[in-house]
């Protein structure tokens, strides 16, 4: 990123580690640093709460634990949380004027696990509100900007925590990823988003907008932090019963630069029409490089791509209308002064409490759900939803992972999309599919265009396939 | 099948939502645009075919039945707009007729 938000702070976890075993550097310095650089980066609407005093502290007790040898496997990190997941006493607003004054009870089992992992945690980030929205220009609290034209959004719904580590805020952060709200940020930012198969990582302390498409993954500036972050936070959670009793791979550690023999699918669905040409040839390039790398490279075909972001948009508006109905004024979040009843509480509450979009959405979801749509939407579009998983287990027994784009263009510009939802659903082309069969995917940079905006080229793969798109990834960082 | 103003009435009365005369007319338009979009999944068959409504292989997930602490009634409270000692308030649900 140049220029200004190119800064000292913009390090991976190998160089912190390495400073730190030197005795160059401490936690507690490195917190000061990133602190320092979030405050800097104000104008950007990244943070929505920064934790200055409890980061430092944790930091110094990480400090002391690396005296004593006994740190975890994040000391020196510092991380940045997406504002829906949960950190005990903290307020978790989701980006909404709802939950503005709510503070959680309770961490999220992702936080617990990365304060046991000696992270330091230091703020929660901005989002479009309750994660609906591709450009974090939902959010009730201003719209985030990205650090390299400030015209441009960051892409969403993560908008924030991408742009937290674009911007040297923090070496990772959290994001959620229904429907690309992790890879498309990622992508429009230049960094390295992950978003873990449906169930790797546990839910609990996230709070809900589409239950059976939401995820918790990792932002960060190379795929062995993104590795290293996962394998912290993946795992079986009792807390959350649809989290998998499937085991953990050392992800980072399988990293070796070497792809030879891998079976890489392009699917000539994402090629179509709609692509940006110099996204094209970027993603081409790449491909290349596998080629040169011993990957045996070949053309696949989902045929059911081009209704994903329809049946996406009918099953995460009907989950969401639903869990969204908890919103009501009566037991915790906003509620509307000034009323008779208690229908006019509920109603009031919501109208007052509620962005555009998330109405938009609720009023989508309860459409599709309400008596005598029921089949002809809800219905028929799980029943698709079927049919493009199917598409996927069909490839992933020719190949082991599928090269795509991530996004169709670059970073649009703000305010673009805002008034016309469908073409701002319709940037979601390329990814609400890995949401839709509940597979991995990465983003990861890949060159720029011509007016210098970050390309992302999404890894998609098998069900708990991380380790085959963590190893294309890593070898794709550094080829050519 | 053409969302109507009436249409946009009665789901914002069953999501427990309310709109401007302006906000109505919007959604309105907007609703149709995205339905019509949706409408093309009509163009598929999917007689034979098995709603999905979880993505991987999950069974039912047990564990014993033991108590394990909860939130404490104070915690519970804590998030609350409006309450009592014990319990949460809200306007009177119990009309007088």
């Known amino acids: ?480 | 099948m053409p969302v109507t103003i009436e249409d946009v009435e009665h789901i914002a009365k069953l999501a427990r939502l309310e709109f401007s005369e302006e906000e109505k007319e919007k959604f309105t338009h907007q609703l149709n645009q995205i339905l019509t979009y949706m409408a093309q999944l009509n163009k598929i068959d999917t007689s034979a075919v098995e709603p999905l409504s979880h993505v991987i292989e999950l069974s039912n997930v047990f564990r014993p039945d033991v108590v394990k602490p909860g939130l404490t009634q104070e915690k519970a409270l804590k998030n609350a707009p409006a309450k009592t000692e014990k319990f949460f308030k809200v306007p009177k649900v119990i009309g007088e007729r």
């Open chain 1, 1 to 480: 990123m140049d220029g200004k938000y190119r800064c000292t702070s913009m390090r991976t976890f190998d160089s912190i580690s390495s400073d730190l075993s030197a005795g160059k550097t401490s936690c507690e310095q490195i917190t000061q640093e990133y602190l320092r650089a979030v405050e800097g980066g104000k104008e950007l609407n990244a943070f929505l709460a920064v934790f200055r005093e409890s980061a430092l502290e944790q930091a110094q007790t990480v400090d002391r634990r690396l005296t004593a040898g006994t740190a975890g496997p994040l000391a020196g990190t510092v991380v940045a949380i997406k504002d829906v997941i949960c950190v005990r006493d903290e307020a978790v607003t989701c980006g909404s004027k709802i939950l503005q004054d709510f503070r959680s009870l309770y961490d999220a089992t992702v936080v617990s696990r990365l304060k046991q992992a000696d992270a330091v945690i230091i703020g929660k980030t901005n989002m479009d509100e309750f994660a609906m929205g591709s450009s974090t220009e939902n959010s009730a609290f201003g719209r985030v900007k990205l650090p390299l034209d400030q015209s441009r959004v960051p892409g969403g719904s993560s908008g924030g925590s991408a742009v937290a580590v674009a911007a040297g805020m923090a070496t990772a952060s959290l994001g959620s990823d229904t429907g690309g709200s992790i890879r498309q940020p990622a992508a429009f930012t230049g960094i390295v988003g992950l978003k873990p198969t449906y169930g790797r990582v546990s839910r609990y302390g996230l709070v809900a907008f589409a239950s059976s498409f939401d995820t918790i993954g990792p932002f960060a500036l190379t795929v062995k932090d993104a590795a290293r972050v996962l394998h912290v936070i993946a795992g079986y959670d009792e807390r959350d019963s649809t989290s998998a009793a499937v085991p953990v791979p050392e992800y980072a550690g399988s990293l070796d630069k070497e792809v030879r023999g891998v079976r890489v699918g392009i699917p000539r669905e994402y090629f179509e029409e709609g692509l940006n040409e110099e996204i094209r040839a970027a993603l081409e390039r790449k491909i290349d490089l596998l080629r040169a790398g011993g990957v045996e490279v070949k053309e696949v075909s989902l045929p059911y791509t081009e209704y994903a972001i329809a049946t996406y948009y009918i099953l995460v508006t009907a989950e969401a209308s639903s869990n969204l109905a908890r919103y009501d004024g009566a037991r915790y979040g906003y509620r509307a002064r000034r009323t008779g009843d208690l229908l006019e509480m509920y109603t009031k509450s919501r109208s007052e409490g509620f962005g555009p979009e998330v109405k938009r959405r609720i009023m989508l979801g309860t459409y599709v759900l309400s008596a005598g749509y029921y089949d002809a939407y809800y219905r028929k579009g799980q029943k698709v939803r079927r049919l493009i998983q199917e598409d996927f287990i069909r490839v992933f027994q020719e190949v082991d992972c599928l090269v795509t784009p991530t996004s169709p263009t670059t970073a649009f510009k703000a305010g673009e999309k805002v008034d016309d939802p469908l073409q701002m659903y319709l940037s979601d082309i390329y990814t609400t599919s890995a949401n839709l069969a509940g597979i991995p995917g990465i983003s990861i940079p890949c060159g720029r265009d011509r007016q210098g905006l970050p390309i992302g080229l999404q890894i998609l793969g098998k069900h708990f396939g991380e380790p085959m798109i963590l190893r294309v990834a890593d070898f794709l960082e550094t080829a050519g």
